[in-house]
């Protein structure tokens, strides 16, 4: 995977990723769906907790390296629960993603401010 491409980091601990917490999702579909759309546009990684339960599913969509360089910042998204939200999240990674192209407007209701910061992240 060249490394001039965004990322997605998946959180897969206690809460996102669970049956007991999503009965009603297929986290390990929900994966592969991702890893297999966005092949050679996005490396996919697994997280263990990154700290936001209450915000699950919680995914963070990291700019590429040229798009971090002149200024963009990575983007959290919670409850991304349903084939919808992946599929808003598929396509806009596969326009850029953050610093490339703005977020839809549909997922700015998902945008999750992450532990520990002390100001909003921005949509625009």
């Excluded at 996005?42 to 969509?61: F, G, K, Q, T, W």
């Excluded at 200024?71 to 598929?90: M, T």
Aim: proline content about 11%; glycine content about 8%.
């Amino acid at each position: 995977m060249p490394e001039d491409r965004p990322r997605v980091t998946v959180c897969r601990g206690c809460c996102c990723g669970t049956t007991r917490k999503h009965p009603q999702v297929d986290h390990d579909g929900q994966v592969r769906v991702l890893r297999e759309a966005l092949d050679g546009t996005a490396e996919v990684r697994l997280s263990d907790c990154l700290d936001a339960c209450a915000h699950s599913n919680l995914l963070v969509v990291h700019p590429s390296p040229a798009a971090r360089a002149a200024g963009a910042k990575p983007l959290w998204l919670g409850r991304v629960l349903d084939d919808r939200a992946l599929r808003e999240v598929i396509d806009w990674i596969s326009g850029g993603g953050p610093g490339v192209a703005p977020p839809p407007a549909s997922l700015r209701d998902r945008v999750v401010t992450p532990p520990n910061a002390r100001t909003p992240p921005r949509t625009t």
